[in-house]
């Protein structure tokens, strides 16, 4: 699976919106890119995830740049309840494992 | 709420000893992961079943082992436990264990060996 590159940490007012940039340069045709969160020391909770196309759903929007090397997650109005790591996974749908390879993520602060 | 259960959620126990960590899928969810989640190794997965069969292994200690009964639940048995053993032990399942499946997490076992 490619891999991924996210900055350590990330700070964000309340009622703005975080943009979570994900680096995955060495992504192919065949690999997905998946977004999870874990708050706080609870199990990690599933976002989006996508191919190419920008994906919204409830929880946010997915924004890859058109040569799929990297990608960016939207929390559109984030709130002190999103103040947790973000993971940036890439996963080969057709030789990867079923495994989920999570790197260091992104720890993100919602600041009141 | 993932609809993924564990149990228990804290589990404090002594060197040299040994635990059982259980699972209970989503409804409808065939296949179970397992993963650990330490201080300095990150989450890490150790092991697939789908359907009772394991499927996938990744850095699973010999000293670990686990299964997954016909009604789906899964358990997962840690012994000669040593003090690096501590760590969150999560669980996920899926629908089919395919490679575009969705995983949803538990909210995990928290394990303290002493």
């Known amino acids: 699976d490619a891999k991924t590159t996210q900055p350590p940490s990330m700070d964000c007012a309340e009622g703005r919106a975080a943009n979570l940039p994900c680096n995955h340069s060495t992504i192919s045709g065949n690999e997905y890119v998946y977004w999870y969160r874990q708050i706080h020391s609870q199990g990690p909770q599933y976002i989006i995830h996508g191919l190419k196309n920008n994906e919204t759903n409830e929880m946010a929007s997915l924004i890859i740049t058109e040569d799929r090397k990297s990608s960016t997650l939207i929390l559109p109005h984030a709130t002190l309840r999103d103040t947790a790591v973000y993971y940036c996974i890439v996963r080969n749908i057709i030789q990867g494992a079923q495994k989920l390879v999570f790197g260091q993520g992104t720890r993100l602060t919602i600041n009141p | 709420d993932s609809g993924v259960t564990q149990t228990p959620k804290h589990l404090i126990t002594a060197t040299g000893q040994r635990v059982t960590l259980r699972c209970s899928p989503r409804s409808g969810d065939l296949s179970v992961y397992w993963y650990q989640q330490s201080l300095d190794q990150g989450l890490q997965f150790l092991i697939q079943?789908?359907?009772?069969?394991?499927?996938a292994k990744g850095n699973i200690l010999e000293r670990f082992s686990a299964q997954q009964f016909p009604d789906l639940h899964s358990e997962l048995n840690l012994s000669s436990l040593e003090l690096g053993d501590s760590a969150l032990y999560f669980c996920a399942s899926s629908v089919t264990g395919g490679f575009t499946d969705t995983q949803y997490f538990g909210p995990g076992t928290r394990l303290t060996v002493l």
């Open positions: 079943y789908y359907n009772g069969e394991e499927r």
